[in-house]
């Protein structure tokens, strides 16, 4: 029987040792919030002794914590009896514990998954409530820089790499998604279509290198002139397009008719040259006649054809 005891004390013993050396932290409060437990973690990282944490009131010792949002989560616990777990997505840490990972020190604190756990007596009554905190800062960072690269990764399948524009296939996905718009929501929209005048020449006089900056040119001059709601982009080689959201056929025409004056007063120094060059443009106004986006597409090709037709240079609406 004393056997037993002994034995019994000595098991809880190692398990305390081991508890108390776990690199996770470890605390166990009273339903008052008072701490019965503070592990060797929660010492090394908070810098606050066992002796010291024991008997204090979790929130007095520590009232950078949340202390609302906590106090809620904690009720819940004792109250259904159920483990909860709060991942570093939710809230990135509980306690403002410094991250001491050398690989991760760009990591200004330790990210922490938490668990919550319902402690109960011998009689079975839960009057306790464990708090386990994981370190996970390493997974943390790894995830960040994760995203971090597929969104970076995502803009560049995005972009077109001459001009810092949209390229064609993200621009036409706008362009169907802002014609679905327009059928849920009949808020009008137009697309401009534009095509630089007489391009090959100025490949076939200055060079290539000549036309790019020039191709650079007109895409600022175009990113300078849309609004931020609206969407630019080079469809192709010398044939930029812009979705001019919420703006109807005719104010898509003002717009329009100042892009190309724009461009035809852009000069652009190229060695001791200076070129300039013209647009045509052609608009078409989002209908409920057509019957696709590219429909819709169709139609301020067809205007930027007669602009060409007509002479160039010029602003065309499709009728
Ligand atoms: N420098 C450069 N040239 C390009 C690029 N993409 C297409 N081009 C050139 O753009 C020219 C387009 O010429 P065309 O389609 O005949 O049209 P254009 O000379 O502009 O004449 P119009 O459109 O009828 O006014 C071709 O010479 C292509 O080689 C590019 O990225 N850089």
Redesign the pocket.
């Known amino acids: 029987m004393t056997g037993g005891i002994n034995q019994e004390i000595e098991d809880l013993h190692w398990n305390l040792g081991l508890l108390q050396n776990l690199e996770v932290g470890l605390v166990v409060l009273d339903r008052d919030s008072y701490i019965c437990m503070w592990n060797g973690f929660m010492e090394n990282h908070s810098g606050i002794s066992a002796s010291k944490a024991i008997h204090q009131n979790l929130f007095s010792l520590y009232p950078e914590l949340p202390a609302p949002w906590l106090q809620k989560q904690i009720e819940a616990v004792l109250l259904l009896s159920n483990t909860a777990y709060i991942s570093w997505e939710q809230r990135p840490y509980l306690f403002p514990f410094k991250s001491h990972r050398p690989i991760t020190g760009s990591a200004p604190y330790m990210y922490q998954n938490v668990t919550l756990i319902p402690l109960s007596s011998p009689t079975g009554q839960i009057d306790h409530i464990g708090i386990l905190i994981y370190d996970v800062t390493d997974n943390a960072i790894g995830q960040q820089k994760l995203e971090a690269a597929n969104q970076q990764l995502q803009s560049l399948s995005r972009t077109d790499g ?1 001009t810092g524009l949209n390229n064609r296939a993200y621009w036409q996905e706008c362009l169907e998604k802002e014609f679905d718009r327009f059928a849920r929501q009949q808020e009008t929209s137009s697309v401009i279509m534009f ?10 006089s200055y060079g ?5 900056m ?2 650079q040119t007109i895409a600022q001059t175009l990113g300078q002139y849309v609004r931020k709601t609206d969407i630019a982009g080079r469809y ?3 044939e930029f397009g812009a979705i001019l959201v919420g703006t109807c056929g005719e104010n898509a025409k003002v717009f329009a008719e100042r892009l190309r004056s724009a461009v035809e007063a852009t000069v652009m120094p190229y060695g001791e040259h200076r070129l300039s060059v013209t647009i ?1 443009v052609g608009i078409a106004e989002v209908t409920f006649e057509q019957a696709s986006a590219l429909e819709w597409l169709e139609q301020a090709d067809q205007a930027l054809y007669t602009s ?1 037709q007509n002479g ?1 240079n010029q602003v065309t609406r499709f009728e």
């Open positions: 001459l095509d630089i005048d007489h391009f090959k020449k100025v490949n076939d290539h290198q000549a036309g790019d020039v191709i192709g080689g010398e045509s060409k160039r």
